[in-house]
């Protein structure tokens, strides 16, 4: 960051990774709380010298600026006072005499980053250093393994990776539907470093996803592809052939939404006017909800999962699959939204053009809007790697749910065997399935099987296990590289 744009930096409105603070002879208290918010949010800019009274910033300078250098890196590399190894970046400007101290804070992989305890773990909001709750921490010990892995540096990447076209076509999105945003006056490359897309000359993997080149996120990606399928059935079993409609294969994830989300909008029958950019009429919620669940997919997935996103539209409901699991319970998430995407940078480049509210999951905003299309029901399917989401066009969701209620309680009024009866055959009808499946395909997988039957692998794995003790299947070897062997009566 030179001098100038510093200066330009000082005059900018949008403060997510940047901070001042006073400072003359020591470091101000409160500098270790934005340690820890850039550490666990986006990474950011702290400034000492530099004074703000309301917008406007007045250089005050410092006057041992080699001390509060030491100050800082013994603390921050000797991990007496913070759980993690920091490793700022120091830069110092000289305004007519008056010394600045910029210290650049990196975003973590080993969130959270606190400092004497858990308890002072913060996050960044806005322009606001805010203390984490406790689900937010739990969150984050849960997100160490691949919520910063999309922030990371592709290597031998530059801005030559991305696909102008989109690029563009970003920018005069956010230009139409973000107009008093500050990034629209940024040039090309200043926009792209500040909104994570290139850092240090280099792609970041979200950058990469979001706004690249196919033939680059291929290279990173082998199987780069957001699938999806329209089945002429209630489930691949009942369906005369396997799809009628697949999506073609589309540059990068931005591309990937407008045509995800046209294609789903065809299938609501509505009296409603889509716009090219995406937008439904306000009038419409069931169809923002639609599109809080697109954006949901694209934004949290897990994109180094051998799985892919995918929308499957049956004939009586959409259904989104997402690779990767919640980082918390989805009755916790139900009652608090949880701030902390799996993939950062794309969870801020949805947000900037305004098609994400926050980087929480939107489960409120999904489940209200479906409610005024007035015919059917939001089900939630987690999963320790993946998360469903199924948006029924019919009451047969919640006929379904009160049939499955009345089979686990019974009825007052003396169906309880009918309903156990009913749950049974249901049961044996998967089962034999499940048969039916590994006779055709003795190698198939769990997660293959619970594709084809629209069930959860926590059902296929209980149905496996009952057909294995009453001796109708058998495992051959081990549980990789073995295979299934149907036990002939």
């Known amino acids: 960051m030179t001098k100038d744009q510093l200066v330009d930096r000082i005059n900018d409105l949008e403060w997510e990774d940047f901070e001042v603070k006073q400072a003359k002879s020591d470091l101000p208290k409160n500098i270790w709380e934005t340690v820890s918010a850039f550490s666990n949010t986006n990474g950011g800019w702290i400034l000492l010298g530099i004074k703000q009274?309301?917008?406007l910033f007045t250089i005050t300078g410092i006057d041992n600026l080699e001390k509060l250098e030491q100050d800082i890196n013994n603390t921050l590399s000797g991990q007496q006072k913070f759980n993690s190894l920091i490793r700022p970046t120091l830069e110092r400007w000289d305004f007519d005499g008056l010394k600045v101290l910029g210290c650049y804070i990196p975003l973590s992989n080993k969130k959270p980053v606190y400092f004497n305890s858990p308890e002072n773990t913060f996050i960044r909001v806005g322009s606001a250093d805010?203390?984490?709750t406790k689900a937010e921490v739990d969150a984050m010990f849960r997100d160490q393994a691949f919520g910063t892995k999309t922030s990371e540096i592709v290597p031998h990447s530059s801005i030559n990776d991305l696909n102008q076209n989109s690029v563009e076509r970003y920018r005069?999105?956010?230009?139409?539907?973000?107009?008093?945003?500050?990034?629209?006056?940024?040039l090309t490359s200043e926009f792209l470093t500040k909104?994570?897309?290139?850092?240090?000359?280099?792609?970041?993997?979200?950058?990469?996803?979001?706004l690249g080149r196919q033939e680059k996120i291929s290279q990173h990606f082998p199987d780069f592809r957001v699938d999806l399928l329209e089945i002429p059935g209630t489930s691949y079993t009942d369906a005369s052939i396997r799809y009628t409609y697949r999506l073609a294969e589309q540059e990068n994830?931005?591309?990937?939404?407008?045509?995800?989300?046209?294609?789903?909008?065809?299938?609501?029958?509505?009296?409603?006017?889509?716009?090219?950019?995406?937008?439904?009429?306000?009038?419409?919620?069931y169809i923002e909800s639609l599109r809080e669940a697109t954006v949901n997919m694209l934004m949290h997935a897990d994109y180094f999962s051998p799985a892919k996103p995918r929308v499957r539209i049956f004939t009586n409901h959409i259904e989104f699959f997402n690779p990767g699991g919640l980082p918390k319970s989805l009755k916790e998430l139900l009652k608090t939204d949880i701030s902390l995407p799996r993939n950062q940078i794309i969870a801020k480049l949805f947000r900037l053009v305004k098609l994400s509210e926050?980087?929480?999951f939107g489960f409120d905003k999904i489940i209200n809007g479906w409610k005024t299309f007035g015919k059917g029901s939001v089900e939630f399917e987690p999963g320790t790697d993946y998360t469903i989401v199924k948006f029924y066009l019919s009451s047969e969701a919640i006929e379904k749910e009160d049939s499955e209620?009345?089979?686990?309680?019974?009825?007052?009024?003396?169906?309880?065997?009918?309903?156990?009866?009913?749950?049974?055959?249901?049961?044996?009808?998967?089962?034999e399935k499940i048969v039916r499946l590994i006779r055709e395909n003795p190698n198939i997988s769990a997660e293959n099987i619970a594709e084809i039957l629209s069930i959860s692998s926590r059902a296929v794995e209980k149905h496996i296990s009952n057909l294995k003790k009453s001796g109708k299947i058998k495992r051959i070897g081990p549980d990789k590289g073995g295979h299934w062997e149907v036990i002939e009566c």
Not at 195 to 210: A, C, D, M, Q
Not at 253 to 275: C, G, H, M, T
């Open 53 to 55: 009274e309301g917008k």
């Open 358 to 360: 926050n980087a929480g």
């Open 130 to 132: 805010i203390r984490a």
């Open 195 to 210: 909104t994570g897309i290139i850092v240090n000359e280099n792609l970041t993997y979200g950058g990469l996803l979001f």
């Open 253 to 285: 994830i931005w591309e990937y939404y407008f045509s995800v989300f046209e294609r789903i909008n065809q299938k609501i029958d509505k009296p409603f006017a889509l716009n090219s950019e995406g937008f439904a009429s306000e009038e419409y919620p």
């Open 172 to 186: 005069d999105y956010m230009a139409r539907f973000n107009k008093s945003f500050s990034y629209n006056k940024l």
């Open 405 to 431: 209620k009345g089979s686990e309680k019974g009825s007052e009024k003396g169906s309880e065997k009918g309903s156990e009866k009913g749950s049974e055959k249901s049961s044996e009808k998967s089962s």
